[in-house]
């Protein structure tokens, strides 16, 4: 047992706080004896888009958290909203035919802001339950229609979503799969729209490859057989798999493969829901109309978890007129706190018109600066969709060659970022960032000054080391 377990922020210097992290605390994807060795950063407060750690430095948060914070930290709408609902109800549950006003309203609300056809909601604690949800209502839904066998959900490869033994099948991370027995039964992947990896040395341009990858999904279900598959579900743009944008012309050939087969289609939205994309969800910006979307982070902004799934009417009408009891639910399905806090942010999104400031300002502004970038020598792709962007760092611009893996440069380059008080992600050699919606066109500039600072002492290393190729 640690011997200072009463101390607070004031009195524990950073070697302390590090040293009791690394007795007791488990972190999630951690290599637990290496962050031992380093030692964690610890993050004390945050404003805005603006984090300070405990020796007092100011960082700027270019991922919102974990692709969370939408509407920026010290909101006073979502504290005033959660200490209320702390002092009026904390807790009650929604299992035993009772309900919470918060949890209804939230419903209300999401009704309203989702495409028309959904006017149900599923809630649950996060992401990963929600996809576990996922899971057991495609499942179900086929079961009410008579087609138990109709039981396979097909994937992609290098999707992420969540950690749960569904979450993580579902997703196509081969190191999470390679831990634990995953996938589970039922689940099989194709290869993700990325048309670098894929479709670039083909030749193609990226909307002939966009078809492409879709066509991969009529593959599978053929081979599998139709009368087998159940839902086909993605992310509108895969987020940690890297921002992997598709091309225009996926999502829509993905809706006509799904719709002439009859599989379910599923947005997984933890991402690029609630305004990431310009749009309240990922879908709608890619030209996609779901059964079924699952979302979490940006509900709430992060600031309390909740996640769920929001339910089409093609499904919501099999399990309400013809389901009886869906045997499924969690201790915090429709927590009253977490929707309190999930009705201010959704308002408060709402009311600042963020949506919209990404769709016809900032996000135009960021791929402004994103094109800009691109002819940095190190930079071989300069991507964003809304307010995410990616940068593919290669060692040789003009043939676009890949650094050599055991390089990891783009834990080099985030090394750097650390260091200039920035939070950029390295997800292999792209280097991504989904910062708060309420970022400003100056708070643009500087993060993007930021970033190409750190571009620049990371090609500074990669010549000081010979790293670079030449075509
Ligand atoms: C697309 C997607 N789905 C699901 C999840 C899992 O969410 P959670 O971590 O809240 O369980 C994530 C988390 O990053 C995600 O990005």
Redesign the pocket.
């Given at each position: 047992m640690s011997n200072n377990t009463t101390g607070t922020r004031s009195t524990r210097s950073t070697r302390d706080w590090q040293e009791a992290d690394a007795r007791h605390f488990l972190h999630p994807f951690t290599d637990f004896q290496s962050l031992a060795k380093k030692g964690s950063r610890i993050i004390t407060r945050a404003d805005n888009i603006y984090l300070w750690d405990s020796d007092g430095n100011k960082i700027l948060d270019a991922m919102s958290g974990?692709?969370c914070v939408n509407v920026g930290y010290g909101q006073k709408a979502l504290i005033d909203a959660a200490t209320k609902q702390l002092g009026e109800l904390p807790f009650y549950n929604a299992f035993f035919q009772t309900a919470t006003p918060p949890a209804i309203e939230l419903a209300e609300l999401l009704a309203e802001v989702s495409p028309p056809g959904f006017e149900h909601v599923f809630f649950s604690g996060?992401?990963?339950?929600?996809?576990d949800t996922i899971v057991r209502m495609v499942r179900r839904y086929w079961d009410v229609l008579g087609e138990p066998g109709r039981d396979i959900i097909i994937s992609r490869h290098n999707a992420?979503?969540?950690?749960t033994m569904a979450?993580a099948s579902l997703g196509g991370m081969a190191g999470m799969h390679a831990q634990g027995g995953l996938p589970i039964p039922g689940i099989v992947h194709i290869p993700q729209p990325y048309w670098w990896d894929h479709g670039r040395h083909q030749g193609l341009s990226r909307e002939q490859f966009g078809l492409l990858a879709a066509s991969w999904l009529e593959d599978r279900i053929l081979e599998l057989g139709p009368h087998r598959v159940a839902a086909f579900i993605g992310?509108p743009v895969q987020?940690?798999g890297g921002v992997i944008i598709p091309p225009s012309t996926y999502w829509p050939e993905v809706q006509r493969i799904c719709d002439k087969y009859g599989v379910l289609l599923v947005s997984?939205e933890?991402?690029c829901g609630f305004g990431r994309t310009g749009r309240w969800f990922g879908s709608e910006t890619m030209g996609a109309r779901p059964d079924l979307m699952?979302f979490?982070?940006g509900v709430t902004s992060g600031y309390i978890?909740l996640?769920g799934v929001m339910v089409g009417d093609r499904v919501a009408k099999m399990l309400i007129e013809r389901g009886g009891e869906f045997a499924h639910g969690y201790t915090y399905s429709g927590h009253p706190v977490a929707c309190a806090v999930g009705l201010a942010n959704v308002r408060l999104i709402r009311d600042l018109g963020l949506v919209e400031r990404v769709r016809t300002d900032v996000g135009p502004y960021l791929a402004a600066a994103y094109r800009e970038l691109a002819s940095h020598p190190l930079v071989g792709d300069a991507e964003t969709c809304g307010l995410m962007g990616a940068l593919l760092l290669v060692a040789d611009k003009s043939g676009g060659k890949a650094f050599a893996p055991e390089l990891e440069i783009g834990m080099v380059c985030r090394g750097h970022c650390f260091r200039e008080g920035l939070i950029m992600r390295a997800v292999g050699d792209r280097m991504i960032i989904a910062p708060p919606l309420v970022i400003t066109r100056a708070q643009i500039d500087e993060m993007v000054g930021l970033i190409r600072r750190c571009l620049d002492l990371t090609l500074a290393d990669a010549v000081r080391e010979g790293w670079l190729k030449s075509a």
């Open positions: 974990l692709w996060s992401g990963s339950e929600g996809n992420y979503h969540g950690s979450g992310e987020g940690a997984d933890v991402i699952t979490a982070k978890p996640g």
